[in-house]
């Protein structure tokens, strides 16, 4: 297992601990504005590396803490911030609801009753009278809102947040953005992407009321996007991207048909994405970046339950000499509906109690490094990299991605890791994910309970 004292990749005893990512800065030619401006961030990851090269182990440990009052302030500043901008043009704020939401969740921090029924209130508001959620009061329903206000809700956790959601509304709204390419829009009249196919689906799935009427051809869209290099792109023909990759994975597993992606292949792409300061890029030669922790991170916190179904593949390609991907049918042991009844609204649940069949696919001290060292703010929050701002989005992914790698040597989903999986002091422990949906464990099993009911 790795030691929590160890901070480079490829680790091992005596210091230099981590590798100059870029020794030859001073002999670089001639560059552009764009390359100086990322050079200035490169520097500035190197000026981190030496610095923690230069340090004992405890004074790493330190370093390493996570500050949560910190981060709880600037969370709840942000989330009351809200309030008075209700009334303002802003199609955002469900997303906002929910990355502040899913963070102060993650640390585990309880809601002030009165704040929580201010976000029902307005997320009420929000709600279509035809179904789905749009970006404010009066705005058209969207499927990257929707699912915003829906994992906010489940968040939430409470009987009037969940009850607040008109199911039978927002299934009429997911049948009339489904395309008939089987692919999802993102609203009426909107573009179609692998973006639209997740939020639908995790959407149905968390709400229980996912059918064939839904699913049917959304697979074949999401294999038209796995490209060459392995990952998923946003439509076809576009360039493989982390965002996407979690998008179109989550839905082949949440609609049963993951065997059908060329999962190796994906998993050697992703795997590679780790970059040599601890991060994780989105995509081939661009920089690291705080949010794919969670965005990469939580692929490969999906492909260690699946690795089974990648073991299958690789067998029956060199026992045949051909490829059975691509296929509809799935056997027993690819079936992750857990009863091989293929019962849809059972995959979430049932995906979640498997065992991880392997330790992590990443090296998870490093990411929690890179996290914790480059993405977090010492008075709050986390941003993309050293030299760019905080913002909601990257401290709800950036916590994300951490609370992925803090448990990615459990064998169990949400049992406690040994204090070596964990950088830093125990008390950086968050609260686990379902890397499904990324709403907290708990607030999934208690809407899961909810929704099994009716
Ligand atoms: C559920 C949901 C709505 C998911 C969204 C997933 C997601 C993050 C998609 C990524 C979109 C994209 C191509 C970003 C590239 O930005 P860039 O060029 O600025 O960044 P890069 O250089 O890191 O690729
Ligand atoms: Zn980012």
Request: hydrophobic letters at 35%; a negative charge.
């Amino acid at each position: 297992m790795e030691s929590s004292s160890s901070f480079s990749p490829s680790s091992s005893s005596s210091p230099p601990l981590i590798p100059n990512p870029n020794p030859n800065l001073d002999q670089q030619p001639r560059l552009t504005i764009t390359q100086l401006e990322q050079l200035k961030v490169e520097q500035k990851v190197a000026e981190i590396y030496r610095l923690l090269n230069g340090v004992s182990a405890h004074a790493r440990s330190l370093m390493s803490e996570l500050w949560r009052d910190k981060h709880v302030e600037f969370l709840t500043r942000g989330l009351k911030q809200l309030g008075p901008s209700y009334h303002v043009l802003d199609a955002n704020r469900p997303w906002l609801c929910y990355w502040i939401l899913h963070s102060i969740a993650l640390l585990g921090e309880p809601l002030d009753t009165e704040l929580e029924n201010d976000v029902v209130d307005f997320l009420s508001h929000c709600e279509d009278e035809d179904g789905g959620y749009g970006g404010g009061p009066g705005q058209l329903p969207h499927l990257a809102t929707t699912y915003a206000a829906v994992n906010t809700l489940v968040t939430l956790g409470s009987e009037n947040a969940l009850s607040s959601i008109n199911r039978d509304n927002l299934y009429k709204f997911l049948l009339r953005m489904k395309d008939s390419s089987g692919a999802f829009r993102m609203h009426d009249a909107g573009e179609i992407d692998v973006r639209a196919c997740y939020t639908a689906i995790s959407v149905a799935s968390i709400l229980n009321i996912l059918d064939y009427e839904l699913v049917k051809d959304v697979g074949n869209y999401i294999l038209r996007c796995q490209t060459y290099e392995g990952g998923i792109a946003g439509e076809p023909g576009s360039e493989a991207h982390g965002g996407y990759t979690f998008c179109g994975l989550a839905t082949m597993i949440l609609i049963n048909e993951a065997d059908r992606l060329d999962l190796s292949s994906l998993l050697d792409w992703v795997a590679f994405r780790q970059g040599i300061e601890c991060g994780f890029q989105g995509r081939t030669n661009k920089l690291v970046d705080g949010c794919y922790s969670f965005w990469q991170g939580g692929v490969l916190a999906l492909m260690q339950r699946l690795l089974p179904i990648v073991d299958k593949q690789l067998t029956s390609s060199s026992v045949s000499g051909e490829s059975s991907l691509g296929s509809t049918c799935n056997s027993k042991s690819s079936d992750l509906s857990g009863q091989g009844s293929g019962k849809l609204s059972d995959v979430g649940f049932s995906f979640i109690k498997r065992h991880a069949e392997s330790p992590p696919l990443f090296h998870t001290i490093a990411l929690q490094q890179y996290i914790l060292l480059c993405s977090q703010v010492l008075e709050g929050g986390f941003k993309d990299k050293p030299g760019k701002y905080r913002d909601f989005y990257h401290s709800c992914y950036c916590l994300s991605g951490l609370s992925v790698s803090q448990y990615s040597w459990s064998k169990d989903a949400g049992a406690s890791p040994l204090p070596t999986a964990v950088l830093g002091p125990y008390s950086n422990l968050l609260e686990p994910v379902h890397p499904l949906y990324n709403v907290v464990l708990d607030k999934y099993y208690i809407s899961h309970e909810f929704f099994s009911r009716s």
